[in-house]
Every structure is written in C-alpha cells, then in structure tokens.
C-alpha cells in the first residue's frame, strides 16, 4: 500500500468504515511507516479538536443572508474588473493612436 493511499483512506480508516481487508492493510503500512503514522497521528488530532469546538447556533436565514452577501460582493468585484479591462482597452488604443498619428505626421515632413 502506498502512503498517498493511507491518506486518501485516513477518514475512513478513523470511521471504521473500511473493510477489514482495507483497514488491515492500512494497520501493516503504519507499522512500517514512520511518516503515515505521524500523519494518522495529526488528523486524529485535528478530529478531536473539530469535536472539542461549541456548537454554534445558526439563526433562521444565516445561509441565504450569506449567500445573497457573496454574489454581491463578486458583482460588484466584476464590474470593477469591467471597468479596468474598459480603461485599459481605451489606454491600449490611445497610445496606438498616438503611434499613428506620429508615423502618418512623419511621413509627411
Ligand atoms: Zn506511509
């Protein structure tokens, strides 16, 4: 069993939802493997903090008011972005005007 395996399977392996042939061959591995074991040690770490955290109450609404926040912050994100690719589309053909208009007043000297 390779390593990417072990934590590919690591929440399942903490679940015991693996078969006992998975969860077996994941038993050999961290016996051989140093760094899989120090791995499996951090995520149970990081499981029993997440299930020391409180539980926050959510009010009636929260995702809505959350979502309707987000798109619009990306609307108004996006148009300024329509603003800057407008103001550097009109610099972009100001300064080919200007070429132009030095190559064509040149040409005539
Ligand atoms: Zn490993």
């Given at each position: 069993?390779?390593c990417?395996?072990?934590?590919q ?7 015991n ?6 969860e077996m061959?994941i038993r050999?591995?961290l016996?051989q493997?140093v760094?899989?074991?120090y791995?499996?040690?951090q ?22 008011q959350?979502?309707?926040?987000t798109c619009?912050a ?9 603003l800057?690719?407008?103001?550097a ?6 300064i080919v005007?200007?070429?132009t ?9």
């Open positions: 069993m390779k990417q395996t072990i934590k399977q690591s929440d399942a392996f903490l679940d939802t693996l078969s006992d042939v998975e061959a050999v591995h016996q493997c760094e899989c074991q791995y499996m040690q995520i149970t770490k990081i499981r029993e903090g997440l299930k020391s955290l409180p539980i926050i109450e959510i009010r009636n609404g929260f995702a809505e959350a979502l309707n926040k619009k990306m609307s108004a994100a996006h148009r300024k972005m329509k800057k690719i407008g103001m589309f009109v610099a972009g053909l100001s005007a200007i070429i208009w030095n190559i064509v007043s040149s040409s005539y000297q």
